[in-house]
Nanobody, 123 residues
């Protein structure tokens, strides 16, 4: 499985970005997907996760109401729509695939990681 993330960039505070992560292979639709982020000097943290069928999602409290995770199983792609961006959202964002379900992804994370995409929010 390979995960290719894209969509990061430089944006002003209050702006929006949409991240995408395309997966190779044939396990995408059976796997939970998530986005994590890591800011300089900080630990990697969960941003959002979504169940294999898309019916269940989990968003970190810091992004609730601003970020939305979604997926398109026909395209093997997961998205993260980020609105009302703040300077504290600046980080490298990583997509993650977990074959053990959304609960496992939220607590531990899966075995497969994308390469990361930089999001920089200027104030």
């Amino acid at each position: 499985v390979q995960l290719q993330a894209s969509g990061g960039g430089l944006v002003q505070a209050g702006g929006s970005l949409r991240l995408s992560c395309a997966a190779s292979g044939n396990i995408f639709s059976f796997s939970a997907m998530g986005w994590y982020r890591q800011a300089p000097g900080k630990q990697r943290e969960l941003v959002a996760g979504i169940s294999p069928g898309g019916s269940a999602t989990k968003h970190a409290d810091s992004v609730k109401g601003r970020f939305t995770i979604s997926r398109d199983n026909a395209k093997n792609t997961v998205y993260l729509q980020m609105n009302s961006l703040k300077s504290e959202d600046t980080a490298v964002y990583y997509c993650n695939l977990d074959q053990n379900g959304l609960g496992h992804l939220v607590l531990i994370g899966g075995d497969y990681w994308g390469q990361g995409t930089q999001v920089t929010v200027s104030s």
